[in-house]
């Protein structure tokens, strides 16, 4: 209950004091047994930065606690595991728990109880009102608008009571609300994204069919395009094609622009060879010189060369063993009338061997199977450019593959769904690829993955204005396609916004003009609980993805981090309005290598480098900017600097592989010979 003393206002605004330049004061009766015993205590209190503290403990506890919970009740994908009937100890145990850790940490419990309050309130209207969620996943939607909110208040509150210059003042107001801008868009994408974790009723479907006989097949035609690839790769492919338990299907195979005829001649001989397998004509070669437009190119080609009657299209990248159910088990979807394409994951195969290889192989798992369902329930599914179906009547009318996008495959899913058709997007795994075998190829596929999303932003923003200015599309599909394409371009706004920010700070204290900066004891606090939450949600997706050694969550971190470089750089590129070069990811084996790992990446040595002598640096003037401030600082430079020299590590890991590699290769000299290389 909510008294105001003199004031029909809740919150008023109270002289500004020397300890306080910014601050409210509120009054509030607590009543609950003393109020049944016929008494109640009002008590006062202005609303100050310190004030806020023990609420921004007990939230930074809650957002730990709920992880904690989340971890321990989805043990998988689309899995809950615990009845229904444990929500009220959930929820109460949760509220409790981060109630005594707060009060054992700050010594104010009364200063816990309003926000202990408001958030038993919001947890339990969003209990009402959205039922698809776990209790876990309540605790976690309802922990982050709620840290938001407060820590904005906070982060004002502390910048006003600096006596900082007004333009510092001004700049720091600025920076806090576009950060709280951004961190609020971006929460919808994270509720789409985070899904897997926080739901357990699901809309679309999160499973295929049993690939069992149904009313009819519809024809298929797979379409496999290739340039330059190793032969025996390319066959291999053809060969699990050869296998599908579907029966109405081809399978075209479009080389397009390779010279060298050792390398396309054996295809085409392949395909004779299972057509006599077979006994049919099912798979047809073709080798076209010139041909524009890369694999959108090639794919439009296959598109106006495929069997007229075809009602579905299938991609296959030229290195990926389909399971023998791909076809029989996904083409069931497409008895749906609006659905357009369906969609499996990216996954790998040859990589348990490889420090290198399974570093790439766990970095790319946890958006294959754990964001990208999330995302598909709230009906933004991508496509990703490989073991994906799409219906070939829309496929045509929206005019094909797009050959100015470097992300053909994704980019072809935002025209479907402007087009009113749905997709779907399945975590089981129907088939596995090879893992580009050195970082300049894993830095150049990531390179168009993040390139392509930013080109079609600028391609097609007028498709995601909002309704009367465009067409309406499924579900979430406007605002997760736009927060997918910016990516890049926030996490370089982020980085060289901080750093300015910290420039802005730190001048004048060097000059003499502001005193140095006390960083509240509170923070650290906050800090240690937010990186044990980072720590326990990492983990979480990692084990979700099918990892469970530490040491191969770290290496997948570390492959994470080493491509921050070559994002920013797509990011920038994406935005030009001139054609991008499409660079394949070539598939035939390495030979061994000299290479130092520095110059290969020399822009992520260089940027590391200079991020530690600017961390090492704010040690060096702690006396003038203060010491926690510049701990701070430090940290913070360091990390970022951490995040750009993973580069040169994973490039080290790649040489290694190499020559490992290069060296089985070697024949074997006989017993008792020395073999020299």
Same mark, same amino acid.
């Given at each position: 209950?909510?008294?105001?003393?003199?004031?029909?206002?809740?919150?008023?605004?109270?002289?500004?004091?020397?300890?306080?330049?910014?601050?409210?004061?509120?009054?509030?009766a607590v009543q609950g047994i003393g109020g049944a015993c016929g008494c109640s205590e009002n008590i006062q209190m202005d609303l100050t930065?310190?004030?806020?503290?023990?609420?921004?403990?007990?939230?930074?506890?809650?957002?730990?606690?709920?992880?904690?919970?989340?971890?321990?009740?989805?043990?998988?994908?689309?899995? =809950?595991?615990?009845?229904?009937?444990?929500?009220?100890?959930?929820?109460?145990?949760?509220?409790?728990?981060?109630?005594?850790?707060?009060?054992?940490?700050?010594?104010?419990?009364?200063?816990?109880?309003?926000?202990?309050?408001?958030?038993?309130?919001?947890?339990?209207?969003?209990?009402?009102?959205?039922? +698809?969620?776990?209790?876990?996943?309540?605790?976690?939607? $309802?922990?982050?608008? !709620?840290?938001?909110?407060?820590?904005?208040?906070?982060?004002?509150?502390?910048?006003?009571?600096?006596?900082?210059?007004?333009?510092?003042?001004?700049?720091?107001?600025?920076?806090?609300?576009?950060?709280?801008?951004?961190?609020?868009?971006? %929460?919808?994408?994270?509720?789409?994204?985070? @899904?897997?974790?926080?739901?357990?009723?699901?809309?679309?479907?999160?499973?295929?069919?049993?690939?069992?006989?149904?009313?009819?097949?519809?024809?298929?035609?797979?379409?496999?395009?290739?340039?330059?690839?190793?032969?025996?790769?390319?066959?291999?492919?053809?060969?699990?094609?050869?296998?599908? $338990?579907?029966?109405?299907?081809?399978?075209?195979?479009?080389?397009?622009? $390779?010279?060298?005829?050792?390398?396309?001649?054996?295809?085409?001989?392949?395909?004779?060879?299972?057509?006599?397998?077979?006994?049919?004509?099912?798979?047809?070669?073709?080798?076209?010189?010139?041909?524009?437009?890369? *694999?959108?190119?090639?794919?439009?080609?296959?598109?106006?060369?495929?069997?007229?009657?075809?009602?579905?299209?299938?991609?296959?990248?030229?290195?990926?063993? @389909?399971?023998?159910?791909?076809?029989?088990?996904?083409?069931? %979807?497409?008895?749906?009338?609006?659905?357009?394409?369906?969609?499996?994951?990216?996954?790998?195969?040859?990589?348990?061997?490889?420090?290198?290889?399974?570093?790439?192989?766990?970095? #790319?798992?946890?958006?294959?199977?754990?964001?990208?369902?999330?995302?598909?329930?709230? /009906?933004?599914?991508?496509?990703?450019?490989?073991?994906?179906?799409? +219906?070939?009547?829309?496929?045509?009318?929206?005019?094909?593959?797009?050959?100015?996008?470097?992300?053909?495959?994704?980019?072809?899913?935002?025209?479907?769904?402007?087009? /009113?058709?749905?997709?779907? #997007?399945?975590?089981?795994?129907?088939?596995?690829?090879?893992?580009?075998?050195?970082?300049?190829?894993?830095? *150049?596929?990531?390179?168009?993955?993040?390139? /392509?999303? &930013?080109?079609?932003?600028?391609?097609?923003?007028?498709?995601?204005?909002?309704?009367?200015?465009?067409?309406?599309?499924?579900?979430?599909?406007?605002?997760?396609?736009?927060?997918?394409?910016?990516?890049? !371009?926030?996490?370089?706004?982020?980085?060289?916004?901080?750093?300015?920010?910290?420039?802005?700070?730190?001048?004048?204290?060097? @000059?003499?003009?502001?005193?140095?900066?006390?960083?509240?004891? =509170?923070?650290?606090?906050?800090? $240690?609980?937010?990186?044990?939450?980072? =720590?326990? +949600?990492?983990?979480?997706?990692?084990?979700?993805?099918?990892?469970?050694?530490?040491?191969?969550?770290?290496?997948?971190?570390?492959?994470?981090?080493?491509?921050?470089?070559?994002?920013?750089?797509?990011?920038?590129?994406?935005?030009?309005? *001139?054609?991008?070069?499409?660079?394949?990811?070539?598939?035939?084996?390495v030979n061994s290598s000299s290479e130092s790992p520095f110059a290969t990446t020399m822009p992520e040595t260089i940027l590391g480098m200079?991020?530690?002598?600017?961390?090492? %640096?704010?040690?060096?003037?702690?006396?003038?900017?203060?010491?926690?401030?510049?701990?701070?600082?430090?940290?913070?430079?360091?990390? &970022?600097?951490?995040?750009?020299?993973?580069?040169?590590?994973m490039s080290a890991l790649a040489i290694r592989h190499v020559n490992a590699q290069h060296i089985a290769q070697l024949p074997r000299a006989?017993?008792?010979?020395?073999?020299?290389?």
């Open positions: 209950m909510v008294n105001s003393r003199g004031d029909s206002s809740t919150f008023r605004r109270i002289a500004l004091s020397s300890e306080y330049r910014f601050s409210f004061r509120f009054v509030f930065r310190g004030s806020l503290d023990s609420p921004m403990v007990f939230l930074a506890a809650m957002a730990l606690i709920s992880s904690l919970l989340i971890l321990r009740t989805v043990p998988a994908p689309h899995e =809950v595991g615990r009845p229904n009937s444990r929500e009220s100890i959930e929820l109460f145990g949760s509220l409790a728990a981060a109630l005594f850790v707060s009060t054992l940490l700050t010594g104010d419990f009364v200063g816990l109880l309003p926000v202990f309050s408001v958030f038993l309130a919001v947890a339990a209207v969003a209990r009402y009102y959205i039922s +698809r969620l776990s209790m876990p996943g309540i605790l976690w939607i $309802t922990v982050q608008p !709620l840290a938001l909110g407060l820590s904005g208040l906070w982060s004002c509150m502390f910048i006003l009571e600096q006596n900082f210059p007004l333009w510092v003042e001004i700049l720091s107001l600025g920076g806090i609300c576009a950060s709280l801008l951004m961190f609020g868009i971006g %929460f919808g994408e994270r509720f789409a994204r985070e @899904a897997v974790l926080t739901h357990e009723l699901w809309r679309h479907p999160i499973t295929a069919h049993s690939g069992s006989a149904y009313d009819r097949q519809f024809a298929i035609s797979v379409h496999l395009a290739c340039y330059a690839e190793p032969p025996e790769v390319v066959m291999a492919t053809m060969d699990h094609l050869a296998a599908q $338990t579907y029966g109405n299907f081809e399978v075209l195979i479009c080389d397009n622009n $390779t010279k060298d005829e050792a390398l396309w001649r054996p295809l085409e001989r392949h395909c004779a060879t299972l057509n006599a397998r077979l006994g049919t004509n099912r798979f047809r070669f073709f080798h076209v010189a010139p041909l524009r437009g890369a *694999k959108a190119g090639a794919l439009n080609f296959c598109l106006g060369v495929m069997a007229p009657e075809t009602e579905i299209v299938a991609v296959i990248d030229a290195d990926y063993l @389909a399971r023998p159910g791909f076809l029989s088990s996904l083409a069931p %979807f497409f008895k749906n009338a609006q659905v357009g394409y369906v969609q499996t994951p990216h996954d790998y195969r040859s990589y348990a061997q490889s420090t290198y290889h399974s570093a790439c192989y766990w970095e #790319y798992m946890p958006n294959n199977k754990v964001d990208m369902p999330g995302v598909s329930e709230y /009906g933004a599914a991508f496509t990703i450019g490989t073991m994906c179906l799409l +219906r070939a009547k829309p496929l045509r009318d929206i005019g094909g593959w797009a050959e100015w996008c470097l992300t053909e495959d994704s980019e072809v899913s935002v025209r479907m769904r402007a087009a /009113g058709y749905n997709g779907v #997007y399945l975590g089981e795994t129907f088939g596995r690829g090879l893992i580009p075998e050195t970082f300049d190829d894993y830095k *150049k596929q990531r390179f168009r993955w993040t390139a /392509g999303p &930013v080109q079609q932003l600028r391609r097609h923003w007028r498709l995601f204005l909002p309704a009367p200015f465009a067409p309406p599309m499924p579900g979430w599909s406007k605002l997760l396609e736009i927060l997918r394409c910016v990516a890049p !371009l926030q996490m370089l706004i982020g980085m060289v916004g901080g750093l300015l920010a910290f420039v802005a700070m730190m001048v004048p204290m060097l @000059a003499g003009h502001m005193a140095a900066i006390d960083i509240p004891n =509170v923070s650290w606090t906050i800090l $240690t609980l937010g990186l044990a939450t980072t =720590v326990v +949600r990492t983990w979480h997706r990692y084990s979700l993805a099918g990892c469970t050694g530490f040491g191969e969550m770290m290496w997948g971190e570390i492959a994470r981090l080493s491509l921050s470089y070559i994002i920013l750089v797509a990011g920038i590129s994406g935005l030009s309005s *001139k054609p991008l070069a499409w660079r394949r990811t070539p598939k035939f084996a200079v991020g530690i002598i600017s961390a090492i %640096f704010m040690l060096s003037v702690a006396d003038y900017i203060g010491q926690e401030f510049a701990w701070i600082g430090f940290l913070s430079l360091t990390a &970022v600097s951490l995040r750009f020299l993973c580069a040169p590590l006989p017993l008792g010979v020395e073999l020299r290389a």
